[in-house]
């Protein structure tokens, strides 16, 4: 096999009819340790190769462009999230775990359990999240500026969002080491059972265990948004069993998708230095600039959803009941979409990038999300002039996220402001 | 309590007449569904935000079965598309309601006036009037006979029902038809906005009159809107909104970076506190409460009810 990307005008299982367009077929593995550590120039590859391709590794389909990733998202009905959005499909095999009711599911089914969600979730209830959320914020950056040097992962993107998320859930304080390694289990479970998905799973059911406990009514705290989804239990829009498991997406979705978000934004900035001095100089573009990292080195890479029909993406046939990973990360630095993609720009107007999906299932808990990036960022414009690199950022491979486990670096204390 | 919400499987398909089919949906469970009475709707939710009501016209005594006439509309934001084109046998869907608007009052007499798929609602309501022995008569009218959905149903009624398509009959003749009221009948309309107008002209300012209007759902830019004034409270900005544009369009043209995503009013990117001036709500998140509160707002489809809006941007 070679590694450069081959045309084929009829690849993959019985495609129905003509292919109308020749598609091209390559034999990355996008899970391999290789491609996570680097994906970039990968995704360039499989990008210029055409709106569609073949990887005939795990014989699927993949997008790479914005706007096939962009069509594909939206249009639920050909292309379903029930059958899971990782790479097993639920029609075939066993999940690992019970499917999630929102992330793996479809309409209706899914519209119901949303509109919960979407309450629970609530602009006004986020807004109520603020003031703690920028309070713990201030202190934890306070004192890693007075430090000089800290590691922007292993000090803060790891420790900021395990300190105030769990809160405002009102889970137990004990057991919470338990839940990155759940998120891990969750988006290394999206991928292959490869390497990564063996060693995630280790331990599986002991966390499993501990999260299910966490998950049920009498272990949450009163006013936290776990309360809050039970509530719901009681109205009848949803039964307890489904609450449960609505506690449970919130553990699995909300945590590591913002330590790596996190991470990956001060990792930037922090590459970046003029970028960072605007920042500072107005700290009000810290959430466009956190926006703007997602974009730029998108925390969630990858997804993949199910053709419920034969579907033409891109003017390539997919035949029905076919596997397509959509490439979000790559989908944000298409330069079909957007001008100097490669290069991060804190003023950018970020609107229809897709780190945070689109259409039905688009992150039910952004604004949870961008306020806590909102509130680290600016915290730490307010009192760092300057953040260089110490030394690269280590990546932290992972079958979906994309992220670091160290990146240490330097902030230089600014001069005492006003403020 | 929450109004009744499930998922129901679609049953049975068929078409009635030009541009309408009718649905038969049982509880996707098979369990019976929620009882209902003449006049009642209820909501399909489609997916995509797109929810659209539909009368029920099947016979409120059989609690397996739910039936509804759907019409083509030409002009839709696709919900009746969707339903004429994809849904099928089978498939599963979420229902809201049943509900009622349009209660079928006790009466010695009745006049019923429907236009093309108006007539839905009025299904249930002739079959309780006709079994309790009231009198009535149904005025029905349609573009062309075979765009008019139900007429097998009506046929045995007789001379009871008037049947107008316009092609052959021109508009309907609701003055003629109005005679033949008493004191105490009672007049249930359902149809297009211009058939129900001249209901109400026709019926004067006596206390008869029961219709039932489906208002259009809610419409990110229509006719209506009108330009106001956007003051940038942080950056002193005064800025005017075109009819055309949006706030958040129109905040970004001056160059004033403001964080967006789905631009339609569902995800909550864009809200900004609001200073002064009242908001003309078009999302989907905030709450009533925060509509009439009126401090926060979501600039890429809300607007303004007055003349100008402070904003804290
Ligand atoms: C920067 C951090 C985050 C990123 C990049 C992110 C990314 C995403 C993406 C791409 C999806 C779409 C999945 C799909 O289309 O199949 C999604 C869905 C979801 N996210 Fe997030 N997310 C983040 C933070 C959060 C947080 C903090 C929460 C909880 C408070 C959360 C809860 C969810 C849930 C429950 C879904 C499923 C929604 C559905 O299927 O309807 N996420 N997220
Ligand atoms: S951009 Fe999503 S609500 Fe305005």
């Known amino acids: 096999m070679t590694s450069g990307a081959t045309t084929s005008s009829g690849p993959g299982p019985s495609v129905p009819g003509p292919v109308p367009v020749p598609v091209p077929v390559l034999d990355d593995d996008p899970f391999s340790v290789s491609f996570l550590a680097d994906p970039y120039p990968r995704h360039e590859r499989m990008r210029e190769a055409g709106p569609v391709v073949w990887l005939s590794h795990y014989g699927i389909w993949a997008s790479a462009r914005h706007e096939q990733v962009v069509t594909a998202l939206t249009d639920w009905r050909a292309f379903s999230s029930a059958s899971g959005v990782g790479l097993a499909d639920f029609r075939k095999e066993k999940p690992w775990r ?63 969002p395990l300190r105030v ?82 506690v449970r997406s919130l553990l699995s979705a909300g945590i590591d998708t913002t330590v790596y978000a996190i991470g990956n934004a001060l990792a930037a900035l922090a590459a970046h230095p003029g970028q960072w001095a605007r920042v500072h100089e107005n700290p009000a573009l810290a959430k466009l600039a956190f926006e703007e990292a997602i974009r730029f080195e998108s925390p969630v890479q990858t997804f993949f959803r199910t053709t419920t029909r034969a579907v033409d993406l891109g003017g390539v046939r997919i035949g029905p009941g076919e596997k ?26 970020t609107a229809g990038h897709v ?52 990146a240490p670096i330097r902030v230089e204390k600014a001069a005492v402001r006003g403020r | 309590m929450h109004e009744p919400e499930f998922v129901a499987v679609v049953r049975e398909k068929i078409v009635v007449s030009d541009g309408v089919v009718a649905l038969v949906l049982g509880h996707a469970d098979g369990t019976p569904l929620p009882s209902w009475r003449p006049g009642a709707h209820i909501d399909l939710v489609l997916g995509d935000g797109l929810v659209r009501q539909y009368s029920l016209c099947g016979d409120p005594a059989d609690a397996s079965a739910y039936r509804l006439g759907v019409l083509r509309e030409p002009a839709g934001r696709g919900g009746s598309a969707y339903v004429h084109d ?82 052959r009959h021109g508009l309907l003749d609701l003055k003629g038809f109005l005679e033949e009221a008493t004191r105490d009948t009672l007049v249930y309309g359902c149809g ?118 402070v904003l804290d941007l």
Request: aromatic share 6%.
């Open chain 1, 324 to 349: 397509i990973l959509l490439f979000l990360g790559a989908a944000n630095r298409d330069p079909r979409k957007w001008i100097n993609p490669h290069t991060l720009d804190v003023t950018r107007r």
């Open chain 2, 192 to 309: 297009p906005e211009p058939l129900l107008a001249a209901l109400e002209d026709a019926c004067g300012a006596r206390d008869m009159l029961r219709v039932e209007r489906f208002a259009p759902k809610e419409s990110i830019h229509d006719d209506r809107d009108g330009m106001f004034e956007v003051v940038l409270a942080q950056s002193g900005l005064t800025l005017t909104v075109g009819p055309g544009q949006t706030v958040l369009e129109c905040v970004e043209a001056a160059g004033i970076p403001v964080l967006s995503s789905c631009q339609e009013g569902t995800c909550g990117t864009c809200e900004t506190d609001v200073l002064e001036g009242t908001p003309d709500h078009r999302d989907s998140l905030l709450t009533e409460d925060e509509r009439a509160e009126g401090t926060t707002m979501m600039i890429c489809v809300s607007r303004c009810l007055g003349e100008r809006l």
């Open chain 1, 165 to 246: 998320f769990p809160d405002a859930l009102g889970l137990p304080e004990e057991g919470r080491e338990n839940l990155m390694p759940y998120g891990g289990m969750a988006f290394n479970g999206f991928g292959p059972r490869n390497d990564l998905f063996h060693e995630a799973m280790a331990d599986a059911p002991r966390i499993q265990e501990w999260i299910n406990e966490s998950c049920r009514r009498e272990n949450l705290a009163a006013g936290g948004l776990g309360q809050d989804i039970w509530a719901f239990a009681d109205t009848g829009r949803i039964t307890p069993e489904q609450a449960a498991m609505l």
């Open chain 2, 86 to 167: 994809t849904l099928s046998p089978g498939d599963r869907i979420l229902v809201r309601g049943p509900r009622n608007h349009f209660e079928l009052e006790d009466a010695p007499s009745y006049l019923f006036v429907a236009g093309g798929i108006g007539v839905t609602p009025l299904l249930p309501m002739i079959a309780e009037v006709d079994a309790g022995g009231a009198r009535w008569r149904l005025l029905y009218g349609g573009r062309t006979r075979p765009s008019m959905a139900f007429l097998d149903v009506l046929d045995r009624y007789g001379d009871r029902v008037l049947v107008r398509p316009q092609d």
């Open chain 1, 98 to 160: 019970v499917p999630s009711l929102l992330l793996e599911a479809d309409p209706p089914d899914h519209t119901r359990v949303r509109e919960v969600m979407t309450e629970v979730l609530s602009s006004r209830r986020v807004r109520g999240l603020r003031e703690e959320f920028a309070a713990v914020a201030e202190s934890l950056v306070g004192d890693l500026v007075e430090r000089g040097t800290f590691d922007a992962v292993r000090d803060l993107a790891e420790v900021f």
């Open chain 1, 355 to 406: 780190g945070f999906g689109t259409g039905i299932h688009a992150c039910v808990g952004q604004q949870v999300a961008r306020l806590e990036g909102d509130v680290v960022l600016t915290a730490l414009a307010r009192r760092a002039a300057m953040l260089s690199p110490t030394a690269a950022p280590e990546p932290r491979p992972n079958n979906t996220l994309r992220g670091f486990s160290s």
